[in-house]
């Protein structure tokens, strides 16, 4: 059965707490694997021997050239170093089995998404 890591983050655009895997903005020079490792350690405490890369795609074309990238942890496991979180963030990390799980975490009547995205 596949497992997600997934941390809860308080979302003030929205007004409420979302399920997200872990993610971030590369920094200045940085490639989208580098981001993706840093990432994982920084939200999730936790390190992998490699990420293999799933898929890849523009998220809004119709107004930004914003690209994601999404990995699967090979071999995960807690870091050896823990990296701090950035100052505004604060994040409850926990493991889900199967993808039917993802609603049930949620509780009833919560929303999963917004479609609002600052791409400035």
């Not at 308080?10 to 399920?19: M, S």
């Not at 920084?42 to 050239?65: H, Q, R, Y």
């Not at 071999?75 to 950035?86: H, Q, T, V």
Request: aromatic share 8%; net charge negative; proline share 5%.
């Amino acid at each position: 059965m596949a497992k997600f890591l997934v941390g809860g983050h308080e979302r003030p655009a929205i007004g409420k707490e979302t399920l997200e895997i872990p993610a971030g903005k590369l920094e200045y020079g940085e490639n989208p694997m580098e981001c993706g490792l840093r990432e994982l350690n920084e939200e999730t405490g936790m390190a992998c021997d490699k990420l293999e890369l799933l898929l890849s795609f523009v998220s809004t074309p119709g107004f930004c050239d914003e690209r994601i990238w999404i990995y699967k942890a090979i071999n995960p496991r807690k870091a050896d170093i823990k990296l701090s979180l950035d100052e505004d963030e604060e994040i409850d990390t926990f493991v889900a089995t199967g993808v039917y799980r993802y609603n049930s975490l949620l509780g009833p009547g919560q929303q999963t998404g917004h479609g609002k995205r600052n791409c400035s």
